[in-house]
């Protein structure tokens, strides 16, 4: 028999409606009869830490307006299920040490951002931005010198190899790549499987690629990892696309060289967001942006959603939880 559990749900009433569309609200009401509801908006730490008390859950299901959990959690609380990514912001270090369980979206949006990695690469090959901007502004059209670039028969060099790159390789097979990745976790058991190989090095990855895709987590080893003499090594008519995270790439030295363009620049993340409004990235006819819109899609949070039901129900009957945060996955996460 599943076991009895207090949930409280500590979503706003967007959050419901785009993460646990009917029928998941529906089933994650039903793995217990003690299911409240707490909708933050507009309220404090302090009224969360008041709430979390007085509810006193076995299970907190959270999402992005959820306020961080005060330092003392209250007596039964075993579970925290995240229905959205990095949990830094919500839950401390030392609470996972002392016995907490955490789960986050695990790879349940891992194909919408993959999805869009691809359409900055397609936007950077076709000079999208450049046309955009002409066209809208200039009634621009083609002539006798206009350039483009498919991606049918190219090298991709994907940095780092984690959800995100496996869905997006997956993507990529129909227009016959060869497909590099560095990163740890790229051995030659997932070479053999997965049909790519590992570069030798970042540099090398850099220099024998026509499109570099950036997918690197954010952590104290990969801060600033990419540098302009990185991203010198790409080619006349490459691309770069960062759908991972700013601040691994020294964002200075890409505007310097997205400024020259030599090379096309796809961007969803950036090192300070939103991105200020007189940024120079801002109308560079080589650049593609967008404001960090990769995924979840709103039409697609409820995969995000259906996972952490999976986790309620697993939890409930004593079975095993997936994408759980351990400390050593809390210190390596963005």
Not at 105 to 130: D, K, N, Q, T, Y
Not at 308 to 319: F, G, M, P, S
């Amino acid at each position: 028999m599943p076991r009895p559990v207090a949930i409280l749900a500590s979503l706003t009433a967007e959050e419901l409606r785009d993460f646990l569309p009917e029928p998941l609200l529906g089933q994650a009401r039903a793995v217990t009869p003690r299911f409240t509801v707490w909708d933050p908006t507009g309220q404090s730490a302090a009224d969360f830490a008041s709430a979390l008390a007085a509810a006193d859950p076995e299970v907190l299901l959270a999402c992005w307006k959820t306020p961080p959990l005060p330092p003392v959690l209250p007596p039964r609380l075993r579970y925290v299920c995240y229905l959205c990514g990095s949990v830094r912001r919500l839950v401390r270090r030392d609470q996972l040490e002392a016995g907490l369980v955490v789960t986050n979206w695990g790879g349940s949006i891992s194909r919408v951002v993959a999805e869009w990695a691809l359409f900055h690469i397609l936007a950077c090959l076709r000079r999208a931005p450049h046309w955009t901007i002409a066209m809208h502004t200039e009634g621009a059209w083609k002539n006798g010198g206009t350039e483009t670039a498919s991606l049918f028969g190219r090298r991709i060099g994907l940095h780092g190899y984690g959800q995100i790159a496996r869905e997006l390789v997956q993507l990529l097979r129909p227009f016959h790549v060869t497909i590099t990745s560095f990163a740890p976790d790229v051995t030659p058991e997932v070479e053999a499987a997965h049909g790519i190989r590992r570069a030798a090095s970042l540099e090398s990855l850099f220099a024998e690629n026509d499109i570099i895709v950036e997918l690197a987590p954010l952590n104290p080893s990969t801060a600033g990892l990419v540098q302009e003499k990185h991203l010198r090594l790409i080619r006349p008519g490459g691309v770069f696309v960062n759908v991972g995270r700013g601040a691994v790439v020294d964002e200075a030295a890409l505007l310097r060289v997205a400024q020259e363009g030599r090379i096309m620049v796809g961007l969803d993340v950036y090192g300070v967001e939103p991105l200020p409004a007189d940024s120079p990235f801002r109308g560079l006819r080589n650049v593609s942006l967008t404001p960090h819109i990769a995924g979840p899609t709103t039409d697609r949070r409820c995969d995000a959603g259906a996972f952490a039901v999976e986790n309620l129900v697993a939890y409930a009957e004593d079975r095993p939880l997936r994408a759980v945060i351990t400390p050593t996955v809390y210190d390596t996460s963005t």
